[in-house]
């Protein structure tokens, strides 16, 4: 598949006013019967980048996602893709708009009276492509998702991985500049999802599509986004820079989520089981990089000739950089051992980590 240079949407890019690709604000959504699904939400999407979306379910993700390729509209605000108001546009012109931005779903949407081929042409026909032309693309999608030969199957003949390649394939098929991806691998086991992530990231990083993607996996955060929004409730409650809100989540549902995705700190009753197995002091020390707590840890044990064990932990690495807690079992001098204690707290809490 040719590089995005080639692709419609990005001829207009020069013409596109500065900020973001995607942008929405102040925008809500109100379903008769008086379901406020999306509540006053303001956010940007930044041409280029992986914009993850997480939240419970009902917490109104589906619907934002749908509001940005105007399948819904909004009650109040406004949405922006690539500087245009889109209650500004016309029918044809809003036409014009979805051809940029492609969509892919949990349950994969094929026709299944379709051939792969027949799917991923879909897309193209309506547009108008000519016939020649439209199987070329449809070919070179193909390809790009690993599935060249495959077009004459079946999707009942496919794997649930390959069905999401030819989803993708299809919603690739136009070139747009915009995917959208609403669960794309909850319904795909461990193995697959990494799969069909690795293919997501080329399309990111080779066909410079923007993304904007549900999950309700931090794990797909983190091997995905560059930034993150969590949501609850129609609102957006935290988003920021993934590894920030790795590192230092602010509000409760994001601490929640995050910990899923990190096994570094003891939960409630493996600290109890930690607690009756080490008699010593125990502390739990996180690891963030660019936070003095690790660094302040060797050398203060020295000082206070305190011994310790290690425990429990694990670090990982979240966008290239280090993040997880050990946890210690302290040894020595009461005095010495609540000195540490205190002093790896205070580190902690000056840089927003928090030991304990
Ligand atoms: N077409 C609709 N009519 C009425 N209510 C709706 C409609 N679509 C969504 N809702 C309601 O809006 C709220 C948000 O729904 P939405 O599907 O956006 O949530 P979600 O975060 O995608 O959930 P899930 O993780 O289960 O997919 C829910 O309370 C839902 O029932
Ligand atoms: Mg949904």
Known sequence: MSPQGTAPYDEQAAARPPGPLIELLGVSKDFPGGTRAVDDVT????????????????????????????LETPSAGRVRVGGRDLAELGERQLRGVRREIGMIFQQFNLFRSRTVLGNVLYPLRLAGTGKAEAR????????????????????????????????????????????????????????????????LRRVNAELGVTIVLITHEMEVVRALCDRVAVMEDGRVVESGEVYEVFARPRHATTAAFVGSALHGAPDGEQWERLRDRYPGRLVTVPVVDGEPVMARLSPLLRERGVDFTLVHGGVGEVRGRPLGSVTLELRGGERDVEAVAAELAAAGELSGAGAR
């Open 43 to 70: 956010l940007g999407v930044e041409t280029g980048s992986v914009f993850g979306i997480v939240g419970h379910s009902g917490a109104g993700k589906s619907t934002l996602l749908r509001l940005v390729n105007s």
């Open 136 to 199: 070329r693309r449809a070919e070179e999608a193909l390809e790009f998702v690993g599935l060249a030969g495959h077009g004459a199957r079946h999707p009942e003949q496919l794997s649930g991985g390959q069905r999401q390649r030819v989803g993708i394939a299809r919603a690739l098929a136009t070139r747009p500049g915009i995917l959208l991806c609403d669960e794309a691998t909850s319904a795909l086991d461990p193995q697959t999802t990494g799969e069909v992530l690795a293919l």
